[in-house]
């Protein structure tokens, strides 16, 4: 089980938390904590020409973490068949047929549903690609504040911020 440390909010804490999770229940785990830059270089591996290139599964569990609040872009760029961002190559029919209709579904519980199926086939078929956890990233903002962007995936820009005295 690989980690960065000092990347996500308590980013080690959580990945002991799932280790002892895993070791409850009888899997043993080797834990391996690593600092950002290192663990971006070990867990993708270049591709020369192409920029950072596909990812590998030395690291059987990874332990990243979004800004994200919703399932189908984390989801979609850790399986989709094709995606530019599914660095691992992971492929699945049925998780791309469920990913896609869920994509489409506007009625909460039905799209909850197919998120489901998704997790159940990879508990019963690819375990190792199960997300577990996902932390929510907590932005505040003070009143006279413009221009403050922030993107879907929780990336904060700054460059046209101004404070405004009221």
């Given at each position: 089980?690989?980690?960065?440390a000092?990347?996500y909010t308590?980013?080690?804490?959580?990945?002991?938390?799932?280790?002892?999770?895993?070791n409850?229940?009888?899997?043993k785990t080797?834990?391996?904590?690593?600092?950002?830059?290192?663990?971006q270089?070990?867990?993708y591996?270049?591709?020369?020409?192409?920029?950072?290139?596909?990812?590998t599964?030395?690291?059987?569990m990874?332990?990243?973490?979004?800004?994200?609040?919703?399932?189908?872009?984390r989801?979609?760029?850790?399986?989709?068949t094709?995606?530019?961002q599914n660095?691992?190559?992971?492929?699945?029919?049925?998780?791309?047929?469920?990913?896609?209709?869920a994509?489409?579904?506007?009625?909460?519980?039905?799209?909850?549903?197919?998120?489901g199926?998704?997790?159940?086939?990879?508990?019963e078929?690819d375990?190792?690609?199960?997300?577990?956890?996902?932390?929510?990233?907590?932005?505040?903002?003070?009143?006279?504040?413009?221009?403050l962007d922030?993107?879907?995936?929780?990336t904060?820009?700054?460059?046209?911020?101004?404070?405004?005295?009221?």
């Open positions: 089980m690989w980690t960065p000092g990347r308590k980013d080690r804490q959580v990945a002991e938390v799932v280790q002892g999770y895993l409850a229940v009888g899997l080797e834990f391996k904590v690593w600092e950002w830059a290192t663990y270089k070990n867990l591996r270049p591709d020369p020409g192409k920029g950072t290139g596909k990812g599964n030395d690291a059987n990874w332990l990243l973490g979004t800004g994200i609040s919703d399932a189908d872009i989801l979609r760029r850790k399986l989709s094709g995606d530019p660095l691992t190559g992971y492929s699945n029919p049925d998780v791309d047929k469920y990913l896609q209709l994509s489409r579904e506007l009625d909460e519980k039905k799209r909850m549903s197919y998120y199926q998704i997790q159940q086939i990879l508990w078929q375990a190792d690609n199960l997300p577990l956890f996902d932390q929510e990233q907590v932005v505040g903002v003070r009143k006279g504040l413009n221009g922030i993107d879907y995936e929780g904060i820009d700054f460059k046209n911020v101004e404070l405004i005295d009221r």
